[in-house]
């Protein structure tokens, strides 16, 4: 376990939960590649922060019961952990939102480079969430 990659993790997700976007933009690198969920593949800090814009209007997410991974040198990370989230604004192409409330089992993958996020390669279960929110 690297300790400053795992606290650089965790500041991610506090950052995330608190909603400080700003101070959670600056943790990524300014060419951060995000490869979202069952979707594509995004690159740069702005492209992340529209993104954040899109999934802010949409969703209201915490983050719980975080379980932070690394490898020795800190350059790879995993981290496993729930969403508690809202559905609280129809998303285009998923079901209409109604408030449904979801509980969502979720992993995420990391390269870090020079101390901030390089790569962030996020995991759930579509079904799931689908099943979730009524679809």
């Known amino acids: 376990m690297n300790a400053g990659t795992a606290a650089l993790l965790q500041r991610y997700y506090d950052r995330f939960?608190?909603?400080d976007w700003s101070g959670f933009l600056e943790?990524?690198?300014?060419?951060?590649?995000?490869?979202?969920?069952?979707?594509?593949?995004?690159?740069g800090r702005a492209a992340f922060a529209e993104f954040l814009k899109r999934m802010d209007r949409s969703y209201s997410e915490q983050i719980v019961e975080i379980s932070i991974t690394t490898n020795e040198d800190g350059s790879r990370?995993?981290?496993?952990?729930?969403?508690?989230?809202?559905y609280k604004n129809t998303d285009e192409g998923l079901p209409p939102a109604?408030?449904?409330?979801?509980?969502?089992?979720?992993?995420?993958?990391?390269?870090?480079?020079?101390?901030?996020?390089?790569?962030?390669?996020?995991?759930?279960?579509?079904?799931d969430w689908l099943r979730q929110v009524g679809a």
């Open 98 to 127: 109604t408030g449904q409330q979801y509980r969502l089992p979720a992993g995420a993958f990391f390269d870090i480079r020079d101390g901030k996020v390089a790569r962030i390669s996020n995991y759930y279960n579509l079904q």
């Open 27 to 43: 943790l990524l690198t300014d060419d951060v590649v995000h490869d979202i969920n069952q979707g594509g593949r995004e690159t």
């Open 17 to 19: 939960n608190a909603q």
């Open 77 to 86: 990370a995993a981290v496993e952990f729930v969403v508690l989230g809202t």
